[in-house]
């Protein structure tokens, strides 16, 4: 697969912006002003880090901007820290912060470990996310702020107050969601279905002197552009664990957005480079009056939505979002609350939507995949965020160490007429004066060794038994436990005038073995080194055991 390319934007691309940076208006000035941070950072949020971000992410339509999520965390960090977060240069300095620490792991490849957080964790916390922007959009939407400890019980109060709901309000945020099925429905105006509800409603409401709540009840856009603002350092010491956390809650916000929308050319998405790419967007935008950002799900969905085809749509976006405040502020500010309420009601069931094969398959797949599923989706509506993206990574390593051990096993190996080797059954019980070949699939994790020593054939009273072992393979040298118990079957084999050989040994192994005295224990000739073609060490550890059997007579 090719890297992604700054391919000429096209006219989608130009109105996916355009839709995207109007969202930024009202949405990133509600996140900013729920955390208690100026909503002007918030609005200046989607300006010079998107543009930025989309500049040198891999994953080309990933919009790198303000979310709820990474505004409260950052507002908790603040906080706990004893800054204010009305302060600018406490903003800024997090921000940067947040950007060298994104940076780094990205530098260091840390990327990696985003890999073996499973299918079914991310689908639940992909899932949870989508959630989350949900109900955070539910009293723009109403009229009605619901109330609880975690999402999942402000969902179910919201609902319960069914009759708290403002009829204005929630009439304009269903007709915003009945104009975009409308307009999604028409084929020409798919891909621009959300900017259509936006500016239809909006004149409506504007025309029809419908009494709901505006944007410019948020705070008023001012008609300028950021201006540079320099980072407070002294309090640099206080807030080296704050950036680390909000810089994992970004980062784990964003590792869905890769699987979830993948790039449109066919180029390869990279976690390291998307890493970085969101390090420089703090970067930038953090000296610039920005909060800090990360790749946003609902932001991409708006632009995917909207027609996005190359990472040029972020690019329009922020280059329109400079452009609407330094034009069109007056307008801007004219955008009801309930229309933006509507649409993310529609972007957040779309990306629930879209996760239904990832939910089903993970659900069929097996019951431990489905309980972490459920457990990281309940983890990330419940919790603070940072605890459940810990959370996650806990669930993730705990699934992946179960479902490996669980494939750990021992296959024999036979010749056929052909005198080539075929997998066969283990025999139960080894036989006097005969070479049993076995071959050992596993990660060498402690928890295998159960398995692997259940099922190893008995000696009983067979006499001079040769046992082969191939580890032609082993992804890693063994744990502690699995050299003891290669050291006690090799015992007794001894004792029954037999002797285990283990075959397909790689360097690291080799010296493993001759550190922890199993080499010793084996004999000579026990160790067989992996090398040549892929049978050959098992071919000559078949060859020694026979030769040693006729030594014996």
Same mark, same amino acid.
Request: proline residues 6%; contains cysteine.
């Given at each position: 697969?090719?890297?992604?390319?700054?391919?000429?934007?096209?006219?989608?691309?130009? #109105?996916?912006?355009?839709?995207?940076?109007?969202?930024?208006?009202?949405?990133?000035?509600?996140?900013?002003?729920?955390?208690?941070?100026?909503?002007?950072?918030?609005?200046?949020?989607?300006?010079?880090?998107?543009?930025?971000?989309?500049?040198?992410?891999?994953?080309?339509?990933?919009?790198?901007?303000?979310?709820?999520?990474?505004?409260?965390?950052?507002?908790?960090?603040?906080?706990?820290?004893?800054?204010?977060?009305?302060?600018?240069?406490?903003?800024?300095?997090?921000?940067?912060?947040?950007?060298?620490?994104?940076?780094?792991?990205?530098?260091?490849?840390?990327?990696?470990?985003?890999?073996?957080?499973?299918?079914?964790?991310?689908?639940?916390?992909?899932?949870?996310?989508?959630?989350?922007?949900?109900?955070?959009?539910?009293?723009?939407?109403?009229?009605?702020?619901?109330?609880?400890?975690?999402?999942?019980?402000?969902?179910?109060?919201?609902?319960?107050?069914?009759?708290?709901?403002?009829?204005?309000?929630?009439?304009?945020?269903?007709?915003?969601?009945?104009?975009?099925?409308?307009?999604?429905?028409?084929?020409?105006?798919?891909?621009?279905?959300?900017?259509?509800?936006?500016?239809?409603?909006?004149?409506?409401?504007?025309?029809?002197?419908?009494?709901?709540?505006?944007?410019?009840?948020?705070?008023?856009?001012?008609?300028?552009?950021?201006?540079?603002?320099?980072?407070?350092?002294?309090?640099?010491?206080?807030?080296?664990?704050?950036?680390?956390?909000?810089?994992?809650?970004?980062?784990?916000?964003?590792?869905?957005?890769?699987?979830?929308?993948?790039?449109?050319?066919?180029?390869?998405?990279?976690?390291?480079?998307?890493?970085?790419?969101?390090?420089?967007?703090?970067?930038?935008?953090?000296?610039?009056?920005?909060?800090?950002?990360?790749?946003?799900? #609902?932001?991409?969905?708006?632009?995917?939505?909207?027609?996005?085809?190359?990472?040029?749509?972020?690019?329009?976006?922020?280059?329109?979002?400079?452009?609407?405040?330094?034009?069109?502020?007056?307008?801007?500010?004219?955008?009801?609350?309930?229309?933006?309420?509507?649409?993310?009601?529609?972007?957040?069931?779309?990306?629930?939507?879209?996760?239904?094969?990832?939910?089903?398959?993970?659900?069929?797949?097996?019951?431990?995949?489905?309980?972490?599923?459920?457990?990281?989706?309940?983890?990330?509506?419940?919790?603070?965020?940072?605890?459940?993206?810990?959370? #996650?990574?806990?669930?993730?390593?705990?699934?992946?160490?179960?479902?490996?051990?669980?494939?750990?096993?021992?296959?024999?190996?036979?010749?056929?007429?052909?005198?080539?080797?075929?997998?066969?059954?283990?025999?139960?019980?080894?036989?006097?004066?005969?070479?049993?070949?076995?071959?050992?699939?596993?990660?060498?994790?402690?928890?295998?060794?159960?398995?692997?020593?259940?099922?190893?054939?008995?000696?009983?009273?067979?006499?001079?038994?040769?046992?082969?072992?191939?580890?032609?393979?082993?992804?890693?040298?063994?744990?502690?436990?699995?050299?003891?118990?290669?050291?006690?079957?090799?015992?007794?084999?001894?004792?029954?005038?037999?002797?285990?050989?283990?075959?397909?040994?790689?360097?690291?192994?080799?010296?493993?073995?001759?550190?922890?005295?199993?080499?010793?224990?084996?004999?000579?000739?026990?160790?067989?080194?992996?090398?040549?073609?892929?049978?050959?060490?098992?071919?000559?550890?078949?060859?020694?055991?026979?030769?040693?059997?006729?030594?014996?007579?």
């Amino acid at each position: 697969m090719r890297r992604p390319t700054l391919t000429r934007p096209t006219g989608s691309d130009v #109105s996916a912006g355009l839709v995207t940076g109007l969202f930024s208006i009202p949405e990133g000035m509600a996140y900013a002003a729920i955390a208690g941070f100026n909503p002007v950072a918030g609005l200046f949020s989607g300006v010079l880090p998107v543009i930025a971000g989309s500049l040198t992410a891999r994953t080309v339509l990933m919009v790198t901007t303000l979310t709820s999520a990474i505004a409260l965390t950052s507002q908790s960090v603040l906080s706990a820290a004893g800054l204010n977060p009305a302060d600018a240069g406490n903003v800024a300095l997090l921000a940067v912060m947040t950007g060298l620490v994104m940076v780094l792991m990205g530098v260091l490849r840390l990327g990696a470990v985003m890999s073996f957080v499973s299918n079914a964790v991310m689908t639940g916390f992909s899932t949870g996310i989508a959630l989350q922007i949900i109900t955070g959009v539910l009293k723009d939407a109403t009229g009605y702020q619901p109330h609880g400890h975690n999402k999942l019980v402000q969902l179910g109060d919201w609902l319960l107050h069914i009759g708290s709901w403002q009829l204005a309000t929630t009439l304009v945020a269903v007709a915003t969601v009945a104009v975009w099925a409308l307009a999604h429905a028409v084929r020409r105006l798919e891909t621009v279905a959300l900017l259509v509800a936006m500016v239809v409603v909006s004149v409506a409401v504007a025309l029809l002197g419908t009494d709901v709540e505006l944007v410019k009840g948020i705070a008023a856009i001012p008609a300028s552009l950021p201006h540079l603002t320099m980072p407070d350092w002294s309090t640099f010491g206080t807030l080296v664990g704050g950036a680390v956390s909000v810089a994992l809650v970004a980062l784990a916000q964003a590792a869905g957005i890769a699987p979830t929308v993948p790039n449109p050319d066919g180029s390869r998405s990279d976690m390291n480079r998307d890493f970085i790419a969101q390090g420089a967007a703090n970067v930038a935008g953090g000296l610039f009056q920005s909060l800090p950002v990360g790749g946003s799900l #609902s932001r991409t969905g708006v632009a995917v939505a909207a027609g996005a085809r190359t990472r040029w749509a972020g690019i329009f976006s922020g280059l329109w979002l400079a452009v609407i405040v330094l034009a069109c502020a007056p307008l801007a500010e004219r955008i009801p609350m309930p229309v933006i309420g509507g649409l993310i009601l529609v972007v957040g069931g779309e990306l629930i939507w879209g996760r239904r094969h990832d939910v089903i398959l993970v659900w069929r797949t097996s019951k431990l995949s489905t309980a972490a599923m459920a457990l990281t989706f309940l983890a990330t509506t419940q919790l603070p965020l940072q605890q459940a993206v810990i959370l #996650s990574a806990v669930l993730s390593l705990l699934l992946y160490c179960a479902q490996a051990a669980r494939q750990a096993r021992l296959v024999a190996l036979v010749r056929d007429t052909n005198r080539q080797w075929t997998p066969a059954p283990v025999p139960a019980r080894l036989t006097s004066r005969s070479v049993t070949v076995l071959h050992y699939e596993g990660v060498s994790l402690f928890a295998e060794l159960p398995r692997i020593d259940q099922h190893w054939p008995d000696i009983g009273d067979a006499h001079q038994p040769v046992l082969i072992l191939s580890l032609r393979g082993l992804p890693d040298v063994p744990t502690s436990g699995m050299i003891k118990l290669l050291r006690r079957r090799a015992t007794e084999l001894n004792h029954a005038g037999g002797r285990l050989i283990l075959a397909g040994v790689d360097p690291p192994l080799m010296a493993t073995l001759h550190n922890t005295g199993l080499a010793n224990a084996l004999g000579p000739n026990g160790l067989v080194p992996d090398d040549g073609p892929i049978m050959a060490p098992l071919e000559r550890a078949a060859a020694q055991a026979e030769q040693w059997l006729t030594e014996q007579d």
